[in-house]
């Protein structure tokens, strides 16, 4: 949806600016020469209305002469400096909740065309920690958002729910190596449906954390059942480990809501051509939450969270 709202604002700014210019070189100078023509004849007795009579400017002129500016405007903010991103899911909790509006900086990673998407200027590459927007591997049409955990050199074990990164790494020796820190901090404050082996739905409170991943600190959420690689339920579930070797040009990204999040564990890196930009405020926050005998459609908000308002972290 993203790449077709961009290639609607180059078309129209296109044309209109086409219109525009055209106007300029050939009809505006005949409209110019009848105006002077008819002051000439009244003495430059004339009034406004006579004088559009005279010489009126086409309907497709004038609205191309309005909108082309405001068009212009849109694609080069939205294109090249920030561009606003619905949080569609809760994969990204606790950092962002669904009914989140963030802005996305464009040019953090680079200046691209808003068509093809080709890198015309070279301004910065991802960090470990950042969030960033990204074109979905599997589906360019679909963008996504997730944390950034690994980075061009990087080799990413994630095993009992602990992520562990080896740097500057040459064949099978790395020169560093070090454990992401996890501080509890607190249950309850999010749940999660988690449905049983005996077909039963029970509302689970997940573990909230405060991760240090590389100097980054940032709040994770995991959920307590779901234990990676130590029994036969979180097998079933599909609760991903391993090592993850990151090449030149890629990034390892990862949900902040661990046992809830698609992401690279599962269908890969993320290539640098699909990267949209860095996350880096919220400027607003809706509420959706109602209860059942609503009559309101799901979208519509039922309220704002004003205290969610800022900056990304």
Known sequence: MANYFSIFLVIISVVSGLIWLVDSILWAPK??????????????????DTLNSIAPIPAAVDTAQQIFPVIAFVLVLRSFLYEPFQIPSGSMKPTLLVGDFVLVEKFAYGLRDPVARNTFLETGKPERGDVIVFKYPEDTYIDMIKRVVGVPGDRITYRD???????????????????????????????????FPDGTLRKTPLDRYIENLG?????????????ADKNSYARQKGVPAGTFVVPDG??????????????SR????????NLVGKAVAIW???????????ILPSWVPTGVRFNRIGGIH
């Open 31 to 48: 409209r110019k020469q009848k105006i002077a023509v008819a002051l000439a004849g009244t003495n430059g007795v004339i009034d406004e």
């Open 284 to 294: 607003i926050s809706f509420e959706f939450e109602r209860s059942s005998e609503s």
């Open 266 to 273: 599962y269908w890969g890196l993320v290539p640098e051509a």
């Open 215 to 227: 100097g980054v600190e940032h709040g994770i959420l995991q959920n307590p059942i779901l234990v």
């Open 161 to 195: 729910k602990k992520i562990t990164i080896e740097r500057d790494c040459n064949g099978s020796i790395c020169a560093h190596k070090e454990q992401a820190e996890l501080r509890h901090i607190e249950s309850g404050d999010f749940h999660q449906m988690v449905p």
């Open 250 to 263: 890629h990034y390892m990204v990862l949900g902040d809501n661990r046992d809830n999040s698609k992401d």
